[in-house]
T-cell receptor
Framework: NAGVTQTPKFQVLKTGQSMTLQCAQD?????MYWYRQDPGMGLRLIYY???????DKGEVPNGYNVSRLNKREFSLRLESAAPSQTSVYFC???????????FGPGTRLLVL | KNQVEQSPQSLIILEGKNCTLQ??????????LRWYKQDTGRGPVSLTI?????NTKSNGRYTATLDADTKQSSLHITASQLSDSASYIC???????????FGRGTSLIVHP
C-alpha cells in the first residue's frame, strides 16, 4: 500500500498563476484533509471532506477550493496564487473524523 | 476557543538521555489526544492515542500520559536516539467535530 500520495513534490509559481495539488489514498478512508504548515504556526486545516461527496471549510480556506473527486482522491486548487500561500501543503486521510490521520509527504510551494 | 499549547518550543539533549514534552489543552468536549512525530521534510506520523479513560500508554521508548482533570498530557522519551530528532505534535479531537486542534509542536534535537 502506498498510503497517501501527493503530487507534485515541489512547485514554484508566479503571483496570479493557478495550480492544483493532487492527493490520493489507497486505504479506503472516508475522510480526507488539506493542511498548510508554516514555520512557527503548526498545521492549519484548509478544507476537509468528511465523506465522499461532501466538503467543508477549515480554519484558513480563503484563496483555496477543493474537489473530492471520488473516495480516493481529494484535490486542492489555488485559483490565483499569492506570496502568502507559500507554504508546505499536507494531505491526510482517516477512517472517520476521530480516527488517526495518515499524512502524505507534502508539497512544497513557493509563490514569487 | 479550542487551544493546544506545547512546551518547550525546542529542546536539545544528549543521546541516551530521557526527556519529557508537555501538552496543555482547552478543547471541549474532549474526545481523544494524539501525539505525532514529524521528521524533517516528511508528514507527521501517529505515535500514540489517548482517550478519556486512559492515563498511560506506551509505544516502545515513547510513553504518553493523560490527566483529563487538569487537561494535560506528556510524552516521555526514554534512552533517546539520534533518530528521535524531530518535531513532536500534540493533537486533540473534540467530540462531534472533524476539525482537530493542533499544537505548534516541540522541536527535539538529539546530539551524539
Amino acid at each position: 500500500n502506498a498510503g497517501v500520495t501527493q503530487t507534485p513534490k515541489f512547485q514554484v509559481l508566479k503571483t496570479g498563476q493557478s495550480m492544483t495539488l493532487q492527493c490520493a489514498q489507497d486505504m479506503n478512508h472516508n475522510s480526507m484533509y488539506w493542511y498548510r504548515q508554516d514555520p512557527g504556526m503548526g498545521l492549519r486545516l484548509i478544507y476537509y471532506s468528511a465523506s465522499e461527496g461532501t466538503t467543508d471549510k477549515g480554519e484558513v480556506p480563503n484563496g483555496y477550493n477543493v474537489s473530492r473527486l471520488n473516495k480516493r482522491e481529494f484535490s486542492l486548487r489555488l485559483e490565483s496564487a499569492a506570496p502568502s500561500q507559500t507554504s508546505v501543503y499536507f494531505c491526510a486521510s482517516s477512517e472517520t473524523g476521530l480516527e488517526t490521520q495518515y499524512f502524505g509527504p507534502g508539497t512544497r510551494l513557493l509563490v514569487l | 476557543k479550542n487551544q493546544v499549547e506545547q512546551s518547550p518550543q525546542s529542546l536539545i539533549i544528549l543521546e541516551g538521555k530521557n526527556c519529557t514534552l508537555q501538552c496543555n489543552y482547552t478543547v471541549s468536549p474532549f474526545s481523544n489526544l494524539r501525539w505525532y512525530k514529524q521528521d524533517t521534510g516528511r508528514g507527521p506520523v501517529s505515535l500514540t492515542i489517548m482517550t478519556f479513560s486512559e492515563n498511560t500508554k506506551s509505544n516502545g521508548r515513547y510513553t504518553a500520559t493523560l490527566d483529563a482533570d487538569t487537561k494535560q498530557s506528556s510524552l516521555h522519551i526514554t534512552a533517546s536516539q539520534l533518530s528521535d530528532s524531530a518535531s513532536y505534535i500534540c493533537v486533540v479531537n473534540s467530540g462531534g467535530s472533524y476539525i482537530p486542534t493542533f499544537g505548534r509542536g516541540t522541536s527535539l534535537i538529539v546530539h551524539p
